[in-house]
């Protein structure tokens, strides 16, 4: 009997090369793929893939994988990439991670991987799948630092049946020992941090060769002039850095964060303290929604969401769900609720599905 072929998404970190490890002992027929799905200026500088690629082929020279790379930029390019872009330009705060999952790891990558001879495919998320009668369920890593099923929210029924997830059920720590007790040269490498596929390059600098800008007043609730921004672009709700003013204009009390945007008046408005009411909110709508499951959850149900990565979960109901936009109430008022991120149910470890703040 052959033996089941898994395609495993490799980047040149610790996760997937240690997903390809356990999966290669549990007796699968491994294939490594790496993905280059960014090519505009991809120098050394920013963006890590001639070096990514380097570590996946070590990694998989030491586990005995065959290795082959495939380019995706201009899928990136068409599905996230322009979208990623159309909503800086529309004043929103959009999360490409979310997209890049949907559209290139899940979507892409999965359709290669199929015409391989894939049974499933396979990733180094914390996230886990269980199956019940019938259904597949997204579940939360078992590492609550690095579970990452936020960003999966938008997987649907068929793409979850056809993925694992070998380092879900591990703490980070777990994994890094595996990988030093096999020998990976990986092990110690520190995690991405920066925009899917594109690294950590200046955002401003970045962001200034796609879009203009348009450089306005910032202000207060009032009116009052506090400062010039140099394009509403650059700025999300909540941000405190980058402002370019002090306490106030004598120098003194508490730092300004951003607060909301004019976009008619190309006005940023600020408010001072972390604490003050106008940054925190008690609803939400979004809209763009998505259901793993292919049901909505029901209205009125406690269910708990977050409304940005790494958030702790935060106890709320669904008032008010249409065929593509939901209101949101939570039981205590959330910080800086920004519009162009995700809310992501959870019921428990189960996660729902989720949908785009629209306000």
Known sequence: MSKQRVVVGMSG????????????QQGYDVVGLFMKNWEDDDTDEYCSSRQDLIDAASVADIIDIPLEAVNFSTEYKERVFSQFLAEYQ????????????????????LDHALSLGARHIATGHYAQ?????????????????????????????????DTLFPIGHLYKRDVRKIARDHGLPNSAK???????FIGERPFREFLNRYLPHEPGEIQTPEGVVVG??????????????????????????EPWFVVGKDMLQNILIVVQGH??????????????????????????WVYAAKIRYRQPDAPCFI???GDDRCDIEFAQPQWAV?????????????CLGGGVIAG
């Open 13 to 24: 970190g610790v996760d997937s090369a240690v997903a390809a490890l356990l999966l290669k």
């Open 90 to 109: 529309a004043g929103r705060t959009p999360n490409p991670d979310v997209l890049c999952n949907a559209e290139i790891k899940f979507k892409a990558f």
């Open 129 to 161: 799948v269980r199956e019940i009668n019938g259904e597949f369920q997204l579940l939360k890593g078992e590492d609550g630092t690095k579970d990452q099923s936020y960003f999966l929210y938008r997987l649907n029924q068929a793409q979850l049946a």
């Open 190 to 196: 520190k995690d991405s941090t920066g925009i899917c």
């Open 228 to 253: 010039k921004h140099i394009g509403l672009m650059y700025y999300t709700i909540g941000q405190r850095q980058g402002l370019g003013i002090g306490g106030t204009r004598d120098g003194a009390g």
């Open 275 to 300: 604490d003050h009411p106008a940054l925190f909110r008690p609803t939400l709508s979004a809209a763009d929604l998505t259901w793993i499951s292919g049901q909505a959850p029901h209205c009125n």
């Open 319 to 321: 008032t008010h769900l």
């Open 338 to 350: 920004t519009p162009g991120q995700s809310v992501v149910l959870y019921e428990s470890k189960v």
